[in-house]
């Protein structure tokens, strides 16, 4: 098992341009997660799944847009990139039981820069 | 406030001492996880409980769902522990701990 991927590793954005993060996992896992870190500080979730067709907003979700058409991917959308949004990117997944998630297998991130 | 309080924020240990981080939170959870990030930035989940404790190899998790904290254990340190360890809870949402830098000295 590959476990989870993410492309790219890194990438630098201009202000203003679009991009898509992708994610993959291929564990079968019905949970999957976007967050960002920023330096010095904690995790924070973004959009989280919990099937395909069913997502929904974390803590910090303006300005990102997630769709989870398949099991398997869960790409991060950024339509117009801003400075702030300049931080390392990592994909999740767990499977869960009773409605309760799991651990969590974590992608290697995607680390972005927006100048 | 933080919903996760982590301390200490970081820690330096000779090789062999015995560790312990701390976590305390304030919300309601259904479960705690611990964990590892190393310094190349992939992270690892060590732990997920929701009582009691558990045990891998040389570290140890335990959670007091009443005083609402949790600790993490290495025994017999080394230097390959050196890592950023992450405390989270799930319960209405997830929430993190800024994390606890730990340097292992041989």
């Known amino acids: 098992n590959a476990g989870v991927t993410q492309t790219p590793k890194f990438r630098i954005l201009k202000i203003g341009q679009s991009m898509t993060l992708q994610c993959a996992q291929d564990m079968n896992h019905n949970y999957m997660y976007w967050y960002r870190q920023d330096p010095g500080m904690g995790l924070k979730l973004i959009y989280y799944s919990v099937g395909a067709g069913i997502t929904d907003k974390g803590e910090v979700p303006n300005g990102y847009n997630v769709s989870r058409s398949t099991t398997e991917d869960f790409p991060l959308r950024l339509e117009l990139a801003a400075p702030s949004q300049t931080s390392v990117y990592f994909c999740?997944?767990?499977?869960?039981?009773?409605?309760?998630?799991?651990?969590?297998?974590f992608g290697p991130g995607t680390r972005l820069t927006v100048t | 406030k933080n919903e996760v309080e982590q301390s200490p924020q970081n820690l330096t240990a000779q090789e062999g001492e015995f560790i312990t981080i701390n976590c305390s939170y304030s919300v309601g959870i259904s479960a705690l996880h611990w964990l590892q990030q190393h310094p190349g930035g992939g992270i690892v989940s060590l732990f997920m409980l929701s009582s009691g404790k558990k045990k891998h190899g040389r570290l140890i998790a335990t959670i007091n769902i009443q005083e609402k904290h949790s600790s993490l254990h290495i025994t017999a340190s080394h230097p390959r522990d050196s890592a950023v360890y992450i405390c989270?809870?799930?319960?209405?949402?997830?929430?993190f701990g800024t994390g606890t830098s730990l340097t292992v000295i041989p």
């Open positions: 989270a809870v799930t319960g209405n949402q997830f929430y």
């Open positions: 999740a997944s767990s499977y869960s039981t009773q409605g309760a998630p799991h651990e969590q297998y």
